[in-house]
């Protein structure tokens, strides 16, 4: 799919991980704490805030509707909200990059505004599927128009009036749920969410920290816009998505161990730690105190000899962003590994299971495409040239290969690391992988 920049990542192998680090902050939530400081009464802070480009779009998007925001300052923003009708028009059509998040949750957000948007992205976001939101957005009265393949740009329109709605999702996706519950603080009446099974609950857990009227009741989440939205202090745990790719470098890596200080441990988000422990990985969890509503902790990793096996589906929500750097574990294990159940991934930043299958298959792995997910066969890993298609995971994902490759792995396709990982290669290069990023030709 889209390939922006002209990064190319070069890892020498024999490199290994060890040392005490802390990744940066969860982009998940970031993105909720800028929208509902936005739209709460008084001045909201943020602290650990991610500085990578999909939150930062999403920053620049709440300054470009009118609210104050004060940094990123290493991390802290100090957002004097500005109510939930205190919004104003945007000048220009807001862009969101590369930032499906920033999309799908703006959408539910401006549905029930009294003025006009236009939401565009780069070339990837422009092809990714839009009417999961707009769909279920129009039953609730929204005037919200995408273009005729479904996709970016959105174009949303002042609606008479929002009215809640009871909605099935058809796929697990916190995202969609997300833009619903958003919408429901604008809508008439309660606005009932169910989910097929169980996705990120950032958003009802912040809804909750921020008084707003939200109830949870196993798979269902409902809101209303009646209890009045007051600023919280927002303590953003560093991102478990960020956390795995070291998680399996150690894992695969020929020695050394490393620890990670301060890593969201949401239990919507750890399905990569359990799948990872299921292969066999020596993953150590010491649980701290919940911060601001999320549960955090250290985690220590060691090598280990990891076995293939069938991932279970119902995991597959509860890990849906780690599967590239899975798919490097299951490469590196013994036997086979296959993973059904998640088309989803298909839909990401790329066609996640045909990019990470190409890429494997190049490193000497026998990968096979399914089309809902894939079949590995865990082997010896060879040097090679590997496509990331401006897929951020799918970047890192292979630059942690190189820990377990007999032979140079070159990337392409990399500058989109700095939408969820600024800092990525100074911390793996700190940690030992032998990782150096180039200008490449385009
Ligand atoms: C996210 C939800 C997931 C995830 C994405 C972030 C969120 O998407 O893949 O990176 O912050 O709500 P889906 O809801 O489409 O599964």
Redesign the pocket.
């Known amino acids: 799919m889209a390939v922006n920049g002209t990064r190319q990542f070069i890892i020498e192998s024999g490199g290994s991980l060890s040392g005490t680090f802390q990744v940066p902050g969860d982009?998940?939530i970031s993105?909720?704490a800028v929208m509902l400081g936005a739209i709460a009464e008084g001045g909201t802070e943020v602290s650990g805030f991610l500085e990578g480009d999909d939150a930062m779009a999403t920053l620049a998007a709440m300054r470009a509707l009118g609210v104050s925001i004060e940094g990123p300052h290493a991390g802290r923003l100090r957002i004097a909200g500005v109510g939930r009708h205190g919004l104003k028009p945007a000048a220009a059509a807001l862009d969101l990059g590369n930032s499906?998040?920033s999309m799908?949750?703006f959408s539910g957000l401006l549905a029930g505004q009294r003025f006009a948007t236009q939401l565009v992205g780069d070339q990837s976001l422009m092809r990714r599927p839009m009417r999961?939101v707009t769909e279920p957005l129009s039953q609730m009265g929204a005037m919200i128009q995408t273009a005729a393949q479904g996709t970016a740009p959105l174009s949303i329109e002042p609606a008479a009036a929002l009215r809640g709605i009871d909605y099935s999702m058809p796929?697990?996706?916190?995202?969609?749920?997300?833009a619903l519950l958003l919408a429901g603080l604008y809508a008439e009446g309660r606005t009932r969410v169910t989910e097929p099974a169980v996705?990120?609950d950032?958003?009802e857990r912040m809804l909750q920290a921020f008084g707003a009227d939200v109830a949870v009741d196993g798979p269902h989440v409902s809101v209303t816009g009646d209890a009045p939205m007051e600023a919280a202090a927002v303590s953003v745990p560093g991102d478990i998505?960020s956390a795995a790719f070291f998680l399996v470098g150690a894992s695969i890596a020929g020695g050394g161990s490393i620890t990670l200080t301060h890593v969201g441990l949401n239990p919507t988000r750890t399905g990569v730690i359990d799948i990872l422990r299921r292969m066999g990985a020596r993953i150590h969890v010491e649980a701290d105190e919940t911060d601001a509503g999320e549960p955090v902790g250290t985690l220590t990793v060691e090598p280990a000899a990891l076995q293939g096996i069938d991932i279970p589906p119902e995991l597959v929500?509860l890990a849906?962003?780690e599967f590239p750097t899975i798919f490097i574990a299951a490469a590196c294990a013994t036997g086979v590994t296959t993973l059904r159940g998640a088309e989803?991934l298909r839909?990401?930043e790329s066609d996640r299971i045909a990019v990470m299958a190409e890429g494997l298959t190049a490193l000497g792995i026998e990968a096979e495409p399914l089309a809902d997910g894939i079949r590995i066969v865990g082997g010896a890993m060879h040097g090679g040239a590997v496509q990331a298609q401006g897929d951020h995971r799918i970047a890192m994902a292979f630059a942690m290969a190189g820990l377990a490759a007999d032979g140079a792995i070159t990337i392409d396709g990399c500058a989109e690391v700095d939408t969820s990982f600024p800092g990525f290669v100074e911390l793996a290069q700190g940690a030992g992988l032998r990782i150096r990023s180039q200008e490449s030709a385009a």
Not at 171 to 178: I, L
């Open positions: 982009k998940s993105h909720r499906g998040t799908r949750l999961r796929v697990a996706s916190a995202q969609v749920k997300s996705s990120r950032h958003t998505s929500p849906i962003d989803e839909v990401k």
